[in-house]
């Protein structure tokens, strides 16, 4: 059984059973926070619990790394949604010890795709068009400097508001202990 199979076979029966009243919220942030993650699997739940967050409380924003390596990419839109129309009044940034995207290597990234079969004449043609690979693929040598890099391109992004603040923090995958890199109270 494929996995959209299994899926849909749950979900059936979730939605039969009406599962999904114990979710029940509406699209503004009960605690007026957008938070910017990593993707990792670690940190689907556990993240949340030691935030003391739940369904509702926060607008989650996943990306690997929880890099914005463009300043008008997707990642930052979401945060500019969050906070112009969904009300959020704080942004945490929030990496983790043990991420996959640091010291990621670009150039090894590149050969798997082409081990996968993307045309090299694609990759060159990107690369001619102003998509540097290195730059798109980018880690970073530690997830610290990873969660600094992305509060401070937030907080100098020419559309986010200055009274709005930007924390920086990481997380233990294994325990949920939170470090605090980044405490942002310009406003006040």
Known sequence: MSSVSRIMEFNKQFVEEKQYEAYLTDKFPDKKVAVLTCMDTRLVELLPKALNFKNGDAKFIKNAGAILTQPFGSAMRSILVAVYELGAREVL????????????????????????????????????SGIRMEKFLRGFENPQDG???????????PLFPK????????????TGALEVLVEDYRGE
């Open 147 to 157: 969660v600094i890099s992305s509060v401070k391109l937030i907080r100098k992004h």
């Open 93 to 128: 940034v929030i990496g983790h010890h043990g991420c996959g995207m640091t010291n990621l290597d670009a150039q090894g990234m590149v050969s798997k795709f082409i081990e996968h079969g993307i045309d090299p004449l694609a990759l060159e043609t990107l690369e001619n």
């Open 163 to 174: 009274d709005i603040p930007v924390h920086g923090l990481i997380i233990d995958p294994e």
